[in-house]
């Protein structure tokens, strides 16, 4: 199974098309049935005064809960003869104040892993933001490690090998950030070739390495995987799926735009820079109403076209009345990425209640030379990829959620900006405002 390359940045054309290119924890509970949605707990409902750390956001409905960190394990190589198990127990993050997640979650059940097969697995964990002992407005995590308890060689004619364990991990190789209220995925190609046994298991960390990381960040990266829905059905020029099919709507994490068909239920595009990730989304859980996409990859053991799909991720997704307070007939979002750097996605929509008219798609840049500024594009631009319709901008007057200013003299400052006023300055906007205000999204 291959590891799809995930995070672009927003520069020009390039990322038309590709940005696109997001026990019970408040969010998830443990999956380990390759991703299934059974664990999902009512904490994804909307709630902003209470919880772990009392902050607040008037613009916003994210829950202040603990960022979930969502690991996929994607197994498959099949190099040996045998049958290869690895048990999985503990996998533990550290962030860039070396502070790790080990004590804000029990000691997790096992997963057992077929290294050789293609049964994609995950496990979902707490990571509070702030940290313990910081008062960061998100937390990005570097170093890696997952705990083997053993492994278990079937030599296919019925011998059974029991091994010794291993830890395994990298060092200053992740790029992940977390923020609270949502869900960042990793996914962990994790199989057969990596290990030796002599008779110990030697683990190969050039080839985890080599076979983990993004050629765009050259670091193992994980991405915003919960998403904001846009209803675009009653927008008059709409984009188009990979197959021509007009999409019927938007969806928006921060690290990627996505698309999809109308209705309850149906095909799910995500627009990365090496292409379209397909997949499907379903109707709300009949019990928690949460709505959720899937993306699939051809299973490589499958020799008969067309392809056996398997899962490769699973997520989740709001209406983006279900997550925003904020009701201004044009509507100004922007999402913070991984990295939580100073350029983010943006959305604008024109909007009476749910039913919107008209919507752009772009990015804005903090630390734009001359001034913040951003550039969107209408939402039709999105794919196929143009520039037709661009505008351009500023963005000023920065506040907290508290209506605080907030000064841009200091470190990082966009990361206290929760709201501030935009203003088109180049090009023509069709169906929305040149001027209002904009909100962040996030706590």
Known sequence: MKKWPLLCAFAAVVIIGCNG??????????????????????????????????????????????????????????????????????????????IDIALENPIPPSIFLQLD??????????????????????????????QIRGFTINDGQGGVTNTAGIEIGVTNKLSMTTYQGRVTALQIFLNDAMFTFNPDPVFNAALFTQSNTDPVTNKITGFLSDYLMFDISKVANKPHLADGTAAGKIYASGDFFALSVGGNSGK?????????????????????????????????????PPPRLVTALKGIFFGFQERV????????????????????????????????????FGSVNYAAVGGAAFTAFPIADIQPASVNGQIKGTV????????????????????????????????APAGIASNGKFYVYRL
Do not use: C
């Open 21 to 98: 290119g997001g026990g019970d924890n408040g969010q998830f509970a443990n999956q380990t049935d390759g991703g299934t949605t059974a664990g999902l707990t009512a904490g994804t409902t909307a709630g902003t005064t209470a919880g772990t750390t009392g902050r607040s956001n008037q613009f916003v409905s994210i829950p202040d809960k603990p960022s979930i960190i969502d690991a996929y394990f994607l197994p498959g190589q099949g190099r040996l003869a045998a049958s290869l198990t690895a048990e999985i127990g503990r996998t533990n993050f550290t962030d860039t104040n070396k």
């Open 117 to 146: 097969g293609f049964n994609a697995q995950n496990r979902s964990e707490n990571a509070t933001v702030p940290a313990p002992g910081t008062n960061l407005q998100s937390r990005s995590f570097t170093d890696l490690s997952i």
């Open 268 to 304: 799910f595009e995500v627009l990365t820079p090496v292409g379209v990730f397909d997949g499907k989304f379903s109707p709300p859980d009949p019990i928690l109403q949460l709505k959720t996409y899937e993306l699939d990859q051809p299973d490589p053991s499958s020799p008969f």
């Open 325 to 360: 307070l904020a009701n201004d007939a044009t509507l100004f979002l922007t999402f913070p990425k991984t990295g939580d750097g100073s350029r983010q996605d943006v959305v604008i929509i024109q909007h009476s209640g749910s039913s919107i008219s008209s919507m752009y």
């Open 396 to 427: 000023s007057g920065f506040a907290t959620a508290a209506g605080v200013p907030v000064s841009t003299k200091t470190a990082n400052w966009w990361q206290n900006v929760r709201t501030g006023t935009f203003a088109v300055t180049t090009g």
